[in-house]
T-cell receptor, first 114, second 113 residues
Framework: AQTVTQSQPEMSVQEAETVTLSCTYD???????LFWYKQPPSRQMILVIR??????QNATENRFSVNFQKAAKSFSLKISDSQLGDTAMYFC???????????FGKGTRLSVIA | DADVTQTPRNRITKTGKRIMLECSQT?????MYWYRQDPGLGLRLIYY???????NKGEISDGYSVSRQAQAKFSLSLESAIPNQTALYFC????????????FGPGTRLTVL
């Protein structure tokens, strides 16, 4: 079975600084898909970024980027120029293919401090 | 209007009561999912459905049942609610066998007293 591990239950960062959230996963598959979701206090699940395992280039979405290390099975999220609105739970998720549901990590609670 | 809706948004019930959580979507997706979120445990899959006639158990299906009334509707039932089922419940959808993301509803906060 595939598993996703987020080893940092809580983190904090000063406004305008950079923070990195860690995620590791376990699978024997060679092709799969990785996601980071944000859950603000409104509790809505919002997709932040997506990465296909067959792509070597790290995905980037504005201030959000990933460091995907396939051999190490690591998928960390970097948030640059942190803003107060980035305060949220962040979930790492994994999917093998279109016929499999997402598998989630336990989440990291990020607080951005003014 | 939201593409994936859940009703109710919040519900308080008592132990032993039967309760149904409903999910509707206008995205035209054939795949629908029910997840449960607990503090410190992330989101865990309860049931999922590929179409009206194809329903599958997830990681934590005990104590729950589902009904796919139509492509757009997927309901989750607790036949006899217990306090341990107090949680945030999410419905999600996805298009076919695509590798796109799943789209989530706003969640239902359920409290069982």
């Amino acid at each position: 079975a595939q598993t996703v591990t987020q080893s940092q239950p809580e983190m904090s960062v000063q406004e305008a600084e950079t923070v990195t959230l860690s995620c590791t996963y376990d699978t024997s598959e060679s092709n799969y898909y990785l996601f980071w979701y944000k859950q603000p206090p409104s509790r809505q699940m919002i997709l932040v970024i997506r990465q296909e395992a067959y792509k070597q280039q790290n995905a980037t979405e504005n201030r959000f980027s990933v460091n995907f290390q396939k051999a190490a099975k690591s998928f960390s999220l970097k948030i640059s120029d942190s803003q107060l609105g980035d305060t949220a739970m962040y979930f790492c998720a994994f999917m093998i293919g279109g016929n499999t549901p997402l598998v989630f990590g336990k989440g990291t609670r990020l607080s951005v401090i003014a | 209007d939201a593409d994936v809706t859940q009703t109710p948004r919040n519900r308080i019930t008592k132990t032993g009561k039967r309760i149904m959580l409903e999910c509707s979507q206008t995205k035209g997706h054939d795949r629908m999912y029910w997840y449960r979120q607990d503090p410190g445990l992330g989101l865990r899959l309860i049931y999922y459905s590929f179409d009206v006639k194809d329903i599958n158990k997830g990681e934590i299906s005990d104590g729950y049942s589902v009904s796919r009334q139509a492509q757009a509707k997927f309901s989750l039932s607790l036949e006899s609610a217990i306090p341990n089922q107090t949680a945030l419940y999410f419905c999600a959808t996805r298009r076919g066998a695509s590798t796109d993301t799943q789209y989530f509803g706003p969640g239902t906060r359920l409290t069982v007293l």
